[in-house]
């Protein structure tokens, strides 16, 4: 069956550090999405990808940063960790434009 | 002004209620209506999915859009423990990326 994975589950690090969460997904699908889920907030869209080279900036882009090399990969990159950024964030597909968006299982981060 | 609006609760209602879930939203471009559920540290997962106005009925939910008035509702009939969870709303225009609601925390209580 197709599915998506985030790596790692959950992470621990220090203020100022770079990290970075993957995504991966089978689906083969153009449309990956990053969204951060927080308390009071619900999910917040940080970044996305129509396609190979394409990336877009979402509504809380700020110290984050994406790349797209291929179709399957849409990693996330926190430049230098703040504890604002402490969250779980979830990467997601979507097949075609207005179709449903399938989630991974989260990266739950905490910055200390 | 959010683009869309959703009560986050938490709801509590008893085994067998009647739950009735809503949001708003500004944006009358929005053509894409959907409900995600998500349990406690999972993902969302599509629930119910509409296409302009209308109602769509899966079982014991529904999910009705009003253009109208830019507001969406979903009703579970029946609530069982198992549909304890957080609700989101989320609709999109065309290609555009889907947006949240805050969510809603529902309890039903055995």
């Known amino acids: 069956d197709a599915e998506i994975t985030q790596s790692p589950r959950h992470k621990i690090t220090e203020t100022g550090r770079q990290v970075t969460l993957a995504c991966h997904q089978t689906?083969?699908?153009?449309?990956m999405f990053w969204y951060r889920q927080d308390l009071g907030h619900g999910l917040r869209l940080i970044h996305y990808s129509y396609g190979v080279q394409d990336t877009n900036k979402g509504e809380v882009s700020d110290g984050y940063s994406v790349s797209r090399s291929n179709t399957e990969d849409l990693p996330l990159t926190l430049e230098s960790a703040a504890s604002s950024q402490t969250s779980v964030y979830f990467c997601?597909?979507?097949?075609?434009?207005?179709?449903?968006?399938?989630f991974g299982e989260g990266s739950r981060l905490t910055v200390l | 002004q959010k683009e869309v609006e959703q009560d986050p609760g938490p709801l509590s209602v008893p085994e067998g209620a009647i739950v009735s879930l809503n949001c708003t939203y500004s944006?009358?471009?929005?053509?894409?209506f959907m409900w995600y559920r998500q349990y406690s540290r999972k993902g969302p997962e599509l629930l119910m999915y509409?296409?302009?106005?209308g109602n769509k009925e899966d079982g014991r939910f529904t999910a009705q859009v009003d253009k109208s008035s830019k507001y969406i509702s979903l009703f579970i009939r029946d609530s069982q423990p198992s549909d304890s969870a957080t609700y989101l709303c989320?609709?999109?225009?065309?290609?555009?990326?889907?947006?949240f609601g805050k969510g809603t925390r529902l309890s039903v209580i055995a």
């Open positions: 689906w083969n699908h153009n449309n």
């Open positions: 509409t296409y302009s106005s």
């Open positions: 997601a597909t979507r097949g075609a434009p207005g179709g449903e968006l399938f």
């Open positions: 944006n009358s471009a929005f053509q894409y």
């Open positions: 989320a609709m999109s225009s065309g290609n555009t990326p889907l947006v």
